[in-house]
């Protein structure tokens, strides 16, 4: 009897701890979006808790003062072609690493790894003076292009390349007067798509969120990329709370949507990338 | 010959394959490195060209008692979110490990949530909730009836210090009980069966075979963790409104390079700094991988 309560009191306080953890993570979003839903007046004045009917309002007030959509857009400039970049030349990278033997290739892919490990934000003042002198201020190239060195893609796919494409299949397509970069073109990429989608996720999400890189190269306004309108909107644009904070919502409901969606394929995502 | 002749061609085309990798690398990472350096032997202003000082960055550095505070800041923010960031991932990991939990996949699902979260909105989303006597969290006080409450969270150096680290246990542990448990997936479960067998308890099996076994993993968490904490910026800069405030105590090195650099343009003493946190990042990070190999050989 006294095992039986003590195995059951012992389940009770783990789920406990679990739920508990689960709250934290959570309240501060759902705080959020309640008070993106009230006046600003009822949010310093009282505790709310439950939705109000304010959404609109805050909307009209908060486009009054700032473009957050032009932020989102700039956001989606950068994001979507960096991401393309990062998979597609990520895996092509990868392909010549896995694939093909050379002098230098280990030295070479050392490098690789080597620039994994590289403190980015310490070199930020080299960056700043890069882009003013190839004239790229206020530009989303500097933002863009890195996606064509993306490290991290180039070791996940490396390996998934090595293991998943035999060279049997390359022989063939050769054979049959496949050039080269046809094969990895119409062979190797279809095969490591499902890679290539994985690590295509995280890179968006590092490029949606990168904030030091485009706070010091977008001088204009209307360049400003989601999080460094976010960062200026407390008092700069707004002072309307219920405004600011559905500002912060909109630039994190949408990736809590996606996640919601599709956590399972980022987590082994996730799990699949750190067993290398 | 024939073969010869296609090796020799496959060879060629890898160079082709790696070649856009390296162009930008070079341009993009490695530049911006090596200009960042050579710069913090010159004084630069960002409009006149920059002239060459000598070692007076460096003596500046070695004498600025901001230089070393930020140190110890960022420091503090990342060991005060670090260990219980490891703690908890571990607790977690061997909860879901040695046993049946329902909604496991969702509960690690939601723990990760916040790290998929831009920083810079966070940071802001914090400032939000706790800043003000009329803000959300002293709302919430006043009515569980927390004595003393509102509180100027915002005037408190230690609490603003213990928030940032908070957040960034909150944005962290998440994925870090995700590593950890992807690391001991790779275990082979019969070590496990002989363990129980002798009779070892579930506590003795996770300290004595589990962390042991993933020690590679624990590691690289470690080493990761710093060189990504140590650079912390996006949360403190937008929770303090880039000030660091009150006095100083969540102003990082990062956002020191900020202010020196972008604010008050001084480029080239910005860039000794970030010389100087690179130093700092290299030796904590030898540091930590020396002593924790040396643990991995002495248990061998």
């Known amino acids: 009897m006294t095992d039986k309560f003590k195995s059951y009191f012992s389940k009770i306080s783990l789920y406990l701890f679990l739920v508990i953890l689960l709250l934290l993570s959570l309240i501060p979003f759902y705080l959020m979006i309640i008070n993106g839903t009230h006046k600003s007046f009822d949010i310093v004045t009282k505790l709310n808790l439950f939705p109000g009917h304010n959404l609109s309002e805050n909307y009209e007030t908060l486009q009054s003062h700032v473009n957050i959509w032009q932020g989102f857009l700039n956001s989606l400039c950068i994001a979507v072609p960096f991401t393309i970049l990062s998979g597609y030349f990520g895996a092509l990278t990868a392909y010549g690493f896995a694939k093909y033997h050379f002098p230098g290739e280990k030295i070479l892919f050392s490098i690789v790894l080597a620039s994994m490990m590289l403190p980015p934000q310490l070199s930020i003042i080299g960056f700043y003076q890069l882009n003013l002198k190839l004239k790229l ?5 500097p933002f863009i292009l890195p996606g064509i060195a993306n490290a991290t893609t180039v070791f996940f796919m490396r390996g998934m390349i090595e293991q998943g494409i035999p060279d049997s299949i390359m022989e063939a397509a050769r054979l049959e007067g496949c050039s080269e970069f046809k094969i990895f073109n119409r062979i190797v990429l279809p095969c490591v798509m499902p890679g290539v989608a994985t690590m295509c996720i995280f890179n968006f999400v590092s490029c949606w969120n990168n904030y030091l890189g485009p706070l010091i190269i977008m001088t204009e306004s209307k360049k400003y990329t989601l999080p460094v309108m976010i960062a200026m909107i407390k008092g700069l644009y707004l ?5 600011m904070y559905l500002a912060i919502a909109i630039s994190i409901v949408p990736i809590i949507i996606v996640y919601a969606f599709c956590s399972k394929f980022i987590i082994n995502g996730l799990t699949a990338g750190s067993e290398k | 010959m024939i073969k010869a002749k296609k090796q020799r061609n496959k060879g060629y085309y890898g160079y082709l394959f790696i070649m856009p ?15 960042t ?5 010159h004084k630069w202003d960002g409009l006149m060209p920059s002239t060459y000082t000598g070692l007076n960055n460096f003596n500046r550095l070695i004498h600025d008692k901001i230089f070393f505070l930020t140190i110890k800041n960022t420091f503090r923010i990342w060991i005060c979110n670090f260990i219980p960031q490891m703690l908890v991932a571990m607790i977690l990991s061997a909860l879901f490990t040695f046993n049946k939990i329902r909604g496991m996949s969702f509960f690690r699902a939601v723990y990760y949530l916040p790290n998929l979260i831009t920083a810079a909105s966070v940071g802001l989303l914090f400032n939000l909730l706790f800043n003000g006597d009329k803000s959300v969290i002293n709302h919430i006080l006043i009515a569980l009836g927390v004595k003393g409450a509102p509180f100027n969270f915002f005037q408190n150096k230690v609490f603003v210090s213990g928030l940032v680290s908070y957040i960034q246990w909150w944005m ?3 994925y870090t009980t995700i590593i950890v448990m992807a690391g001991i997936t790779t275990i082979d479960s019969s070590v496990y ?13 996770y300290r004595y075979i589990t962390l042991p076994l993933i020690r590679k993993t624990i590691i690289y968490l470690t080493i990761t963790s710093i060189i990504g904490g140590m650079q912390l910026f996006d949360v403190p800069a937008t929770m303090t409104n880039g000030s660091g405030d009150p006095m100083k105590s969540v102003l ?9 650099g972008f604010k008050s343009h001084n480029y080239g003493y910005a860039s000794m700094v970030s010389v100087g946190l690179f130093l700092i990042i290299a030796v904590l990070s030898i540091f930590a991988l020396q002593t924790m190999q040396k643990k991995e050989s002495e248990n061998d």
């Open chain 2, 37 to 41: 350096f050579y710069l913090s032997f």
């Open chain 1, 137 to 141: 201020l206020n530009s989303y190239f």
């Open chain 2, 193 to 205: 069966d002989a363990a129980l067998v002798d009779g070892a308890t579930k506590f003795q099996t």
């Open chain 2, 172 to 174: 962290w542990f998440g």
């Open chain 2, 252 to 260: 990082t090195t990062s956002m020191y390079i900020y202010n020196q």
């Open chain 1, 239 to 243: 002072s309307n709370y219920g405004a």
């Open chain 2, 21 to 35: 990798f390296f162009i930008i690398f070079a341009v993009f990472e490695l530049y911006p490195i090596a200009y």
